[in-house]
């Protein structure tokens, strides 16, 4: 059976490589964005496409940021470097603050329950006022 500091630690790395991956998504999306943006106004003034090309090319960047938002993955990142950072402090109280292990498993368990709360969603459905 791992120990409790094995398992911090497996979730520390997996949480901190979740992170990378929703910020290098965020970064790279936006990139995308302006150069389809770019891309799509040089084409229209200068015909260098079909028609269609322009017109899919032109509706490009409205969609990738509309995805963009939806799928929230600045918020995501954030959330995930917040949970590395909690993990660490788990980490560091087991090991520098000869806490026992029962009473930082049980911060953990609380931890993992304020956090799920704060997860970004997708969006709400309508609500009634």
Known sequence: MDSLTEDLKKELKRHRL???????????????????????????????????????????????????ERLKFEERSDWHYRRTYALRSLLHKLKYCGRPEAEVSQEWLDMITSMEREWPKFGRAPQKP
């Not at 990139?31 to 079909?50: C, E, K, M, R, Y």
């Not at 017109?55 to 409205?62: D, E, H, I, Q, Y």
């Open 18 to 68: 979740l992170a990378k991956c929703n910020y290098l998504a965020a970064y790279w999306i936006s990139t995308a964005v302006v150069i389809v943006s770019v891309v799509a106004g040089l084409s229209v003034g200068s015909d260098w496409f079909t028609k269609e090309v322009r017109t899919v090319l032109s509706a490009l960047p409205g969609a990738m940021l509309i995805l963009f």
